[in-house]
Nanobody, 116 residues
């Protein structure tokens, strides 16, 4: 079983920055994809950014140039640096790990609120 624990959410003013972190534990294959998703009230959960164990990244168009995803394979962590935050970035952010077989695991989520 895999456990994912997120941290780093909070309240920030528009234009500000936050850094989210996710720590994975349990039976983790060395090859996997880790990513961040978000879900705003009344909306579907959407991919924000993902990174493979080899370092390939993928971003939603809405966050390109503002968010950066990174991972530390030795520490089994993935981070999301969010800059130039906008009110529309407000959501619950979830960490996800996907195994080579396609099994997916979710964290409990962390709230990010961008408001003045």
């Amino acid at each position: 079983q895999v456990q994912l624990v997120e941290s780093g959410g909070g309240l920030v003013q528009p234009g500000g920055s936050l850094r989210l972190s996710c720590a994975a534990s349990g039976s983790i294959f060395s090859i996997n994809v880790m990513g961040w998703y978000r879900q705003a009230p009344g909306k579907q959960r959407e991919l924000v950014a993902a990174i493979s164990s080899g370092g390939s990244t993928n971003y939603a168009d809405s966050v390109k140039g503002r968010f950066t995803i990174s991972r530390d394979n030795a520490k089994k962590t993935v981070s999301l640096q969010m800059n130039s935050l906008k009110p529309e970035d407000t959501a619950v952010y979830y960490c996800r790990l996907t195994t080579p077989r396609g099994n997916g695991y979710w964290g409990q989520g962390t709230q990010v609120t961008v408001s003045s």
